[in-house]
Every structure is written in C-alpha cells, then in structure tokens.
C-alpha cells in the first residue's frame, strides 16, 4: 500500500486520502475558526472535492455529532461522490448515488468491500478492504460504561459491546478509528483496550473525544506496551502519514 494521509476533522470525523480515493467518515461539523475551510483546519474544501479520485462518504448513524445532511451538497463540485449511510438516516436526497445498509451486510462498490458491522448504539459500524487494506471506523460502537448508570445497565452494555467485538474477531484491521471518549471520566480507555486486546489493528486512532485531546495522549501511554500503534491527536486538522 502506497502512503495515505489521514486528517482528523473533528469528534469521530476524518478524511482518508489514497493515492486513487479520498475517504470520508462522519463528516458533521464544517466550521472552523479560522477563514479558511481546508483539511489543515479541520473542514472539507470545494478544492479537495473538486478531485479525479474517486471519493466516498461514510455515515455511520444519525446523530447530529456524526451526520449533517450538508455532505449531500458534496454532489455540487462532484458529481461522482459516492454515500455509504446507515439505514438509520432518514431523508436522504434521491439525486445522489447513495448506497444504505444495515449490519450484517457486505457490498462491494467499484473496488472497494464494505463490511457492515453492529454498534452499541445507533447505527453501524465500517470496514473498508481496499487494495488489500482495512480500514474499520467504529461509528458509535464501544463500551459505554456510565458513572451515573446502574451496575445492571453497565454489566448489559459490556456484555453487548463485547457481542459485537466477537463478531469482528478474524479480520485484519490495518487502521482502526475507535471512541476514547472523555465524558465516561475514569472509564474511557474501556473499549479501546478491549478493542486493541482482542481484534490487534496495526494501528489505533482515537476518535469521538471531540475538543479534550489530553485523552488521547492518556489513552496512548496507557496502551504503550502494546505491538499496535496508537497515536495521540493534539488539534483539530491533525495530519497522520502512514
């Protein structure tokens, strides 16, 4: 596999360039604070779209922290995008080349292979195969474990996210986006360490902690005797080259 470049946009969202296609997973949030809208802030630009790669639009589900029906406008500065969305999202625009999906499912579009994964929330979760590499964006699945929960709805969420991680067992995951999510306090590394335990990507990249970017430098010392690599994410527009 030739280098890639990955460019974290903002909570679960990045943009995946290859040297033939341009991947784009939960794409929500298209403003910045500085004026211009480029990947180095974070933002999908009309320039980048406006490409002779192929590109693909991942949706995992319909929150509002993973979805904004703005990616159909994508369509105005290239008519070739193509949408992976899950069958959650509803009023999905007819003129756009869209394919809807739900777990369970594998499609194959041009040359890429979708595997359609569960999530312990809504949705679905991705993984990618192209050029015989995978990419497997989690969505919302992980192990959401609450402070303010009962010990029963904790012990039923563990017992589902780890349903859902034996399902995955036995696929080579080269690059794996996965929740490090500040807000579950003490609890964050949870899923991460079960995920990377358990499914061994080559390489972890935390996601969904949108603005509190010291967890995942906690979450990378913590995994630091691990063979995956995980990386640490300090700002928005953050660039990785792999």
Not at 57 to 85: A, C, E, G
Not at 97 to 104: A, E, M, T
Not at 115 to 140: P, Q, R
Not at 157 to 165: L, Y
Request: with cysteine; aromatic share 16%; proline share 2%.
């Amino acid at each position: 596999m030739s280098k890639l470049k990955i460019h974290y946009l903002y909570n679960s969202g990045f943009c995946v360039e290859t040297p033939n296609c341009i991947f784009i997973f939960d794409y929500y949030n298209d403003k910045c604070t500085e004026n211009e809208k480029s990947l180095k802030n974070g933002v999908i630009s009309e320039d980048l779209l406006k490409t002779e790669k192929a590109i693909y639009v991942f949706t995992s589900h319909s929150h509002y922290d993973h979805f904004n029906p703005l990616i159909f406008d994508f369509t105005k500065f290239n008519s070739n995008v193509k949408y992976i969305l899950s069958s959650d999202i509803k009023n999905i625009r007819e003129d756009i080349h869209s394919f809807i999906v739900k777990k369970g499912e594998t499609i194959k579009i041009d040359n890429l292979i979708v595997k359609v994964y569960g999530s312990t929330d809504e949705g679905v979760s991705f993984l990618v195969n192209f050029d015989d590499f995978n990419i497997f964006h989690a969505g919302d699945l992980n192990w959401w474990h609450w402070k303010e929960d009962s010990s029963e709805d904790n012990k039923q969420a563990e017992k589902w996210f780890k349903e859902e991680i034996d399902l995955i067992k036995g696929e080579k995951i080269d690059i794996a986006f996965f929740p490090v999510d500040a807000r579950q306090e003490e609890f964050f590394y949870l899923g991460g360490k079960y995920f990377i335990e358990n499914l061994k990507p080559q390489v972890f990249i935390p996601m969904h902690f949108r603005e509190d970017f010291w967890v995942t430098q906690e979450f990378k010392t913590m995994m630091k005797e691990s063979s995956t690599t995980v990386y640490n994410i300090p700002c928005r527009g953050f660039e990785i080259e792999l």
